[in-house]
């Protein structure tokens, strides 16, 4: 169930808001899945599968939301940044001409 939600959600054909990269949240989705099931069953360890699969899927969307905006988005940002910086010719520092 976890892993068909993971690919869904990482479609991006089904990305809800054109600004949220869903392709990213489909991999922390999958990252996230088996914290988030164990949480949920070791505090409640009689309650039925299908009623803790409920519980635990909202848990790992909103996990997975969370580790992309504070992870992800700023990682791709900062190495956007670094390439940026060390490209010739796009306001880098690299020096292209050779001693004599």
């Known amino acids: 169930m976890i892993p068909i939600a993971a690919t869904r959600l990482g479609s991006p054909l089904n990305c809800p808001y054109a600004a949220m990269p869903c392709a990213g949240i489909g991999a ?7 914290p988030m099931q164990q949480i949920v069953a ?5 309650m039925d599968n299908l009623l803790g699969l ?3 899927v909202p848990m790992t ?3 997975a939301m969370i580790s992309w ?3 992800e988005k700023p ?3 900062l190495g956007r940044k670094i390439a940026n910086a060390i ?3 796009r ?4 020096d292209t001409q050779t001693a004599p």
């Open 28 to 34: 922390y989705v999958y990252l996230w899945a088996f």
């Open 42 to 46: 070791a505090h409640f360890p009689t």
């Open 54 to 56: 409920c519980i635990s």
């Open 61 to 63: 969307i909103v996990a």
């Open 69 to 71: 905006h504070l992870v």
């Open 75 to 77: 990682a791709i940002a």
């Open 87 to 89: 490209r010739p010719g």
């Open 91 to 94: 306001g880098g520092s690299v």
